[in-house]
């Protein structure tokens, strides 16, 4: 990767860490954003806003985990590097606290299929990862887990997690995400939402399939 790409990847993913505070999806040093690049990934930096970050403070974490840069990486860069390392299909990883997700992750909630949009995350449930401390390697086990076969989950008494293909698709999904965390939440203060059937929601997750995709050809 050339100089020129390299600054223009790392200016990006600080656009994003701004677009997520922005969207409410965090506020101060909270939550951390990455991008895969070639023989690695690049992060967000530990405990630093990002208003108070420039290009350059963003970290380099190679594949066998080596960080460089003259600041360290987000401490959540293990289920980052994990993520990548078993979802070739994975662009950028967005980690958040935003406050409907997080309400949701504390109870340790499970969402169901309570709006078809569920679906859009790769099945009839959005799980919620097991909780284990921040930064550990439980943690980042936990985080596959709940991450098999779908593209956000709830991490207990944490916050949320979303994979997308690129930076913007991640973004967007987070934003999509907590939207319907948001309207699940309020739905409970009326009462138990009356699900989908796995039938209907099979139908739906099937349409998914090609649902915003690039068009082949």
């Known amino acids: 990767m050339s100089l020129s790409v390299e600054l223009a990847v790392r200016e990006r993913l600080l656009a994003t860490a701004h677009a997520m505070s922005a969207a409410g999806l965090n506020t101060g040093t909270a939550g951390n954003v990455s991008v895969r690049i070639d023989g690695g990934m690049l992060i967000t930096p530990s405990g630093m806003p990002p ?46 606290h935003a406050p409907f997700a997080t309400s949701l992750a504390c109870q340790r909630i499970e969402i169901p299929p309570f709006h078809y949009m569920i679906a859009r995350f790769g099945g009839n449930t959005v799980r919620c990862a097991r909780y284990a401390t921040f930064g550990t390697q439980a943690l980042s086990d936990n985080i596959l887990a709940a991450m098999d076969g779908r593209s956000a989950c709830l991490m207990a008494n944490h916050g949320m997690l979303v994979s ?8 967007d999904l987070a934003i999509e995400f907590e939207t319907l965390c948001e309207q699940y939440w309020r739905t409970r203060q009326i009462g138990e939402p009356v699900l989908l059937s796995d039938a209907e929601m099979a139908e739906v997750v099937e349409r998914f399939r090609w649902y915003g995709k690039p068009r082949a050809g």
């Open 51 to 96: 208003v108070a970050c420039t290009p350059e403070d963003m970290v380099i974490v190679t594949a066998d985990g080596s960080a460089s840069g003259r600041v360290a990486p987000s401490s959540e860069w293990r289920f980052h590097h994990d993520l990548y390392t078993r979802r070739p299909e994975v662009g950028a990883i967005l980690h958040a």
């Open 164 to 171: 997308g293909r690129d930076l913007d698709n991640a973004l």
